[in-house]
């Protein structure tokens, strides 16, 4: 790839002061600490791990939902950080969202119509509101809902309808980064696979590029050019996506597949399942080296007192001593 990204993030930390009185000892979580990673254009990054550890944040930190303690996102060469005016409102545009829960982040008293033209209408983008419903409509036949459907209201569809609206949203400012923040997680297994399908459509046919946040790497794999595992805040591995489902490096990578069941019973037999035994440390008190060693089983004396930093492993960045030379 020698194109340049359309996203890099470089020592990314976002931090949040959770110190209850003024009178208490300063706790403060690290939601994200210390991640670097580009994205290319028409690329599908998978960013994956266990709830709590700081995807969610990461992608929010990436649409500016939160301010970052240190680092910097650079969006087509450009420092997000110091965006104002007309340029911060064409990132706002370009740089859309699509929400885990497709329940609550849609307005229960908007029609549909109203819902998807809402983002037009902040962004300024058609001169009339006949253009802005012709594109409704549009977009509600891009992703599989019916021109009627434009009047009525989000309790009147299932969960995977209400997610192709959710995307329909998203793509009414002709966006060309989406953060897709756990899109299928809420839907039901028969209804995943439609809607990881129709993104990997619509970011072939608009040449998008996605973040797409996932806890089941299974999912992610299907969609992603390359994949980034990360554990309390950090990331600990990424590469191609084949590679690192195929080949998983860091003990965390290969414990998260360990854990995905396999269909046919034959190949099940051979495989073995490594149980993550204990919760995922508090990110206000990470452990002082690697911060998977209170779970990690080929953890040594090293990995308790000195964090790994990432190092090349072939085509792979790998946060691991066992790979250390
Ligand atoms: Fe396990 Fe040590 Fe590698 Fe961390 S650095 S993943 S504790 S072996």
């Not at 997610?163 to 923040?181: E, N, S």
């Not at 839907?187 to 619509?202: E, G």
């Not at 990360?230 to 990331?235: I, K, P, R």
């Amino acid at each position: 790839m020698s194109e340049a990204p359309i996203l890099s993030v470089r020592n990314l930390k976002t931090y949040f002061d959770v110190t209850k009185g003024i009178f208490s000892k300063k706790q403060i979580v690290k939601a994200v600490d210390d991640v670097s990673f580009d994205i290319m254009p028409n690329e599908t990054f998978g960013l994956v791990g266990e709830s709590g550890c700081g995807k969610t944040t990461l992608g929010r930190t990436i649409v500016k939902l939160y301010n970052p303690a240190g680092g910097t996102i650079t969006y087509n060469g450009e420092n997000i950080a110091q965006l104002k005016g007309a340029e911060l409102k064409k990132y706002r545009k370009d740089v859309q969202m699509i929400f885990q829960d497709p329940y609550a982040s849609l307005n229960p008293r908007m029609t549909v119509g109203e819902i998807i033209k809402e983002p037009m209408i902040i962004h300024d983008i058609y001169n009339s509101d006949t253009e802005r419903e012709e594109r409704v409509v549009e977009l509600l036949k891009i992703v599989g809902l019916k021109p009627d459907h434009i009047r009525r209201y989000p309790a009147e569809f299932s969960g995977g309808q209400r997610q192709r609206i959710g995307i329909a949203r998203a793509l009414a400012v002709d966006p060309k980064f989406i953060v897709c923040d756990e899109p299928i997680s809420a839907l039901d297994v028969s209804i995943q696979a439609q809607v990881v399908n129709l993104l990997d459509q619509i970011q072939h046919d608009l040449g998008l590029s996605y973040l797409f946040i996932a806890h089941d790497l299974s999912m992610v794999k299907h969609i992603s050019d390359r994949i980034g595992v990360m554990y309390l805040g950090h990331m600990v591995e990424m590469g191609p996506s084949n590679d690192v489902y195929h080949r998983p490096l860091h003990p965390y990578t290969t414990a998260l597949l360990s854990a995905i069941p396999i269909p046919d019973p034959n190949v099940a037999k051979g495989k073995r399942r490594i149980v993550l035994e204990g919760e995922i440390p508090s990110p206000i008190n990470p452990p002082a080296g690697c911060p998977f060693s209170t779970r990690c089983q080929q953890a040594t004396n090293r990995c308790q007192t000195e964090r790994p930093e990432p190092i090349a492993v072939g085509n792979r960045l790998v946060a691991c001593h066992l790979y250390e030379k």
